[in-house]
């Protein structure tokens, strides 16, 4: 294939994943945000283990949904939570060349780290101290929720795609 085709696949590979990301994510926004959430666009975080080509995808959406989010938490979370999920893509390729579901190891761990964060400083009432240990709590929440979200669809969604040769086979083409 040459290299316009790529790009172009690239591109409108990029434009439906991050579509996908934003419809997945926004109308369930009042469990999307927060220290506690639940993005069911974050199965998507996965796809980067099969192809790189999926990274900026991925990442258009994340920015994209929090530029939208409804309870405007400002350019930290815009900025803090795409960044996260370019490293996250970019760690998910390194450790999906190995094992697919390794995958969803660097999506929970810098979600948990970046994200966890920041939150405790975006969501803090007027006058109140923000404290390491509230801190580390935002950080726990928002890896256990990437985890519980990524073990329990995201894994399955691994599967599906490793023992179905046709999806398998689209899946790996960018």
Sequence with gaps: MNDNKK?????????????????????MAQFAYGPIQFRLAEVLTVLPGFAAGYIPGVSLGCFLANLLNPSNLGPVDIIG????????????????????LLAIIPPIVLNGIIVGGYLPFLLVDAGSEVTVTAVLISMAEVAASEAVLLIVIGIPFIILINKTSRLKALVEKL
Aim: no cysteine; hydrophobic share 55%.
């Design 81 to 100: 939570g795409t960044v996260a999920t370019i490293l996250a893509g970019i760690f998910s390729r390194m450790f999906g060349k190995k094992n697919k």
């Design 7 to 27: 790009k172009i696949r690239l591109v409108v590979y990029s434009g439906i994943i991050a579509a996908l990301y934003v419809v997945l994510t926004l109308p």
